[in-house]
């Protein structure tokens, strides 16, 4: 309960204190409430002019500009001509109602070699350390755990040397890599491959580390988004980006023309790269630089491409539509990709168009105005190595990368801009931007 006494003392203080203060002050002239302001406008002076160095100084940072400090690819050891890949074709009993068709889809894909783990395909080359994975009876009949089990078992020494070569030619320390990003759609494991690389490439048991699954032929793309998000937040530290597919364990050859063509035109390799980011004063001269990514979902084209896990393994259905998908909304994309640097095509002196199939390269082309010459990349990967999937495209990149440092040594200005893109599911578009910045 309040006491009367104490609340008579507190507000005699009280008094005693304003008068006290006003007598002081006013020997000065000045009262209470011009000191309060007075007092105000100082702290507020003061905080600005902290606020405003902090955010000077933060203006200083330094942009980083992420780039590939070493690319490499690899693939199995078995190389298969298309006409031994179609013999195969013919020999199995699930295209018994196709045979009729099976030579002119084979003729037709502008390909002359692949690559496969398994020596199924060419079996007068077969290591005898290496049995046949498909039944002999021809029904390649095999269950989707089966397959993935003999993924893990190709793909692990196979992406551990591709991986050894980048970071070799990269020039780092095992301990600089910070981040690991895996890509692949034909394998799903867990523990997954980025756990096996950790182990076999002796990386830091800390390495950060992400997957990208089911993204089919873009997914490389999405993987170079990952890797340059973390560089560029990450000062100093490196990523490890790796792509891997194994169609090959997949092969199921039913009586569709769906089938028919997939089994043609895919095969098995790897592709990896160590990326950086780095202030412009510390990139070498010449260098690509990625400065910009771009994605799109095209509207209308969900039965494009679509990827599917069944009882017999991972299969791809490509509808007949989607080289007009990719011709109609090719230009668009790249305009968007372009503008976001106020460049135009006729800026782009180099084009990595991944090399899906014939039809692909050649809508991309018609839909970009992009000349066969200009395209000759694309062209020699699908002729020698096939679609990959994802790795497919930077297999392209390792083509144009080995000719613009050719260029530079010979004191010639090289490569000063270029888009690399590929499709996903969806379909979507994916594509990035490189470019020299000194």
């Not at 007068?124 to 039944?135: A, H, K, T, W």
């Not at 592709?271 to 780095?278: E, G, N, P």
């Not at 106020?342 to 800026?347: A, G, K, M």
């Not at 010979?410 to 000194?438: H, T």
């Amino acid at each position: 309960i309040p006491n009367p006494k104490h609340e008579n003392r507190i507000q005699n203080i009280a008094e005693k204190m304003i008068a006290s203060s006003t007598v002081m002050i006013g020997e000065f002239s000045i009262d209470v409430n011009t000191l309060i302001l007075s007092c105000t406008l100082l702290i507020c002076t003061i905080l600005f002019i902290s606020f405003s160095g902090s955010k000077k100084e933060s203006s200083k940072q330094k942009k980083l500009y992420p780039y590939m400090l070493g690319l490499a690819t690899g693939n199995p050891k078995y190389r298969v001509t298309q006409s031994d890949a179609l013999k195969v074709a013919l020999r199995a009993p699930g295209c018994k109602n196709i045979q009729n068709v099976l030579e002119r889809i084979y003729s037709n894909t502008r390909i002359s070699h692949r690559y496969m783990a398994i020596p199924d395909f060419t079996p007068d080359q077969r290591d005898p350390d290496d049995d046949l994975f498909y039944p002999e009876n021809g029904t390649f009949s095999v269950p989707v755990q089966n397959r993935l089990e003999k993924f893990k078992e190709v793909s692990v020494p196979l992406v551990t040397e591709v991986c050894k070569k980048a970071i070799a030619q990269a020039g780092v320390s095992l301990q600089d890599i910070h981040k690991l990003v895996v890509v692949s759609s034909t394998g799903f494991l867990g523990p997954s491959l980025d756990c096996e690389l950790i182990v076999s490439l002796g990386l830091p048991r800390s390495t950060d580390r992400s997957l990208i699954g089911f993204m089919g032929c873009a997914a490389a793309m999405n993987g170079y988004r990952i890797a340059m998000d973390f560089v560029k937040a990450n000062p100093g530290k490196l990523a490890l980006m790796v792509c891997v597919e194994i169609s090959s364990v997949h092969s199921t050859f039913k009586d569709s023309m769906n089938d028919a063509v997939i089994h043609a035109i895919f095969a098995d390799g790897a592709a990896a790269c160590v990326i950086t980011a780095q202030p412009i004063e510390n990139i070498p001269k010449g260098t690509l630089c990625i400065v910009e990514d771009h994605g799109w979902l095209m509207e209308g084209t969900q039965d494009g491409i679509v990827l599917s896990i069944n009882d017999d393994g991972i299969s791809c259905t490509l509808s007949k539509y989607l080289p007009q998908y990719i011709a109609k909304n090719m230009g668009s994309f790249v305009d968007g990709l372009l503008k976001k640097k106020n460049l135009t095509r006729s800026d782009v002196d180099f084009w990595a168009i991944h090399p899906g199939g014939r039809r692909i390269i050649e809508e991309a082309q018609n839909g970009l105005g992009v000349t066969e010459s200009q395209a000759a990349d694309s062209w020699y990967v699908l002729d020698n190595y096939g679609n990959m999937l994802s790795p497919t495209v930077m297999f392209v990149l390792e083509r144009i990368f080995k000719r613009h440092k050719e260029q530079l040594a010979r004191g010639e200005e090289g490569y000063k801009c270029g888009l690399a893109f590929s499709f996903s599911p969806g379909v979507g578009a994916e594509g990035i931007m490189l470019m020299q910045i000194k």
